[in-house]
């Protein structure tokens, strides 16, 4: 009997669901594809019917809980918003943080994104998006710089650098920490100050020379 569209794309998402528990709770280097269609109960067949192999997974993975906050980045690094490039990336950042402190899913993909170690099979794979999330700070830190918005002493390359250690940084440690702190409140208040180092400074106005009477 011929499977429905619907059963098919079911197995496909509890394939999806077997992942991420197995990677979370395993880690990716420790997780074979036959784990993962035992976890899911499928074949092995019916797992290479949807992915090639694991790092296809872990795609299909990210693009299935991609945030609406790397969407807007892109769309703002690309000159499409009016708005001022470093407070979208505040606006995004602390949305962001309030997201992955409240939605256990957003939490998984994270500790999933920079899960594993150098030379591990699913490397290639978190590299290639760690490069995409920093090309696009760069153009966003570009556009800053163009704009006469970004501290002078401070590359765009830099920024997007900066940008990066502190996100993945902070939450790593909120994790490790047993999420001993508020990822949102405290998270928030650090990412104004970094970002507001950032920022050009205005230039003090020289003081006007008082007139005397001849």
């Given at each position: 009997m011929r499977?429905s569209?619907a059963d098919?794309?079911?197995?496909?998402l509890n394939?999806?669901?077997?992942?991420?528990?197995?990677f979370?709770?395993?880690?990716i280097?420790?997780?074979?594809l036959e784990?993962?269609?035992?976890?899911?109960g499928a074949t092995?067949?019916a797992?290479?019917?949807?992915?090639?192999d694991?790092?296809?997974?872990?795609s299909?993975?990210?693009?299935?809980?991609e945030?609406p906050q790397?969407?807007?980045?892109?769309?703002?690094a690309?000159?499409?918003?009016?708005?001022d490039p470093l407070?979208?990336?505040a606006m995004?950042?602390?949305e962001?943080l309030?997201m992955?402190?409240?939605?256990?899913?957003?939490q998984?993909l994270h500790?999933?994104?920079?899960?594993?170690?150098?030379g591990?099979d699913?490397?290639?794979w978190?590299?290639?998006?760690?490069?995409?999330?920093?090309?696009?700070?760069l153009?966003?830190?570009?556009?800053?710089r163009?704009?006469?918005r970004?501290?002078?002493?401070?590359t765009p390359q830099?920024?997007?650098?900066?940008?990066?250690v502190f996100?993945?940084?902070?939450?790593?440690?909120w994790h490790?920490?047993?999420q001993?702190f508020s990822?949102h409140?405290?998270?928030?208040?650090?990412?104004n100050h970094?970002?507001?180092?950032?920022?050009?400074?205005?230039?003090p106005?020289?003081?006007?020379?008082?007139?005397t009477e001849?």
């Amino acid at each position: 009997m011929r499977r429905s569209k619907a059963d098919a794309e079911q197995t496909r998402l509890n394939i999806l669901d077997a992942a991420e528990r197995l990677f979370c709770t395993r880690g990716i280097a420790q997780t074979t594809l036959e784990q993962i269609a035992r976890e899911a109960g499928a074949t092995r067949g019916a797992f290479y019917w949807y992915f090639k192999d694991k790092s296809d997974v872990l795609s299909a993975i990210y693009q299935r809980y991609e945030t609406p906050q790397l969407c807007r980045i892109e769309t703002a690094a690309a000159g499409e918003l009016p708005d001022d490039p470093l407070e979208v990336l505040a606006m995004t950042g602390a949305e962001y943080l309030a997201m992955v402190e409240s939605d256990p899913v957003q939490q998984r993909l994270h500790l999933i994104l920079i899960s594993g170690t150098p030379g591990d099979d699913a490397a290639a794979w978190r590299e290639s998006k760690n490069a995409e999330i920093y090309r696009l700070l760069l153009r966003l830190m570009e556009r800053a710089r163009d704009e006469g918005r970004m501290n002078a002493d401070l590359t765009p390359q830099e920024a997007a650098v900066a940008q990066m250690v502190f996100m993945n940084g902070l939450i790593g440690e909120w994790h490790r920490s047993g999420q001993a702190f508020s990822l949102h409140k405290t998270g928030t208040k650090l990412l104004n100050h970094l970002i507001g180092s950032m920022r050009r400074k205005p230039t003090p106005e020289r003081p006007t020379p008082e007139r005397t009477e001849a």
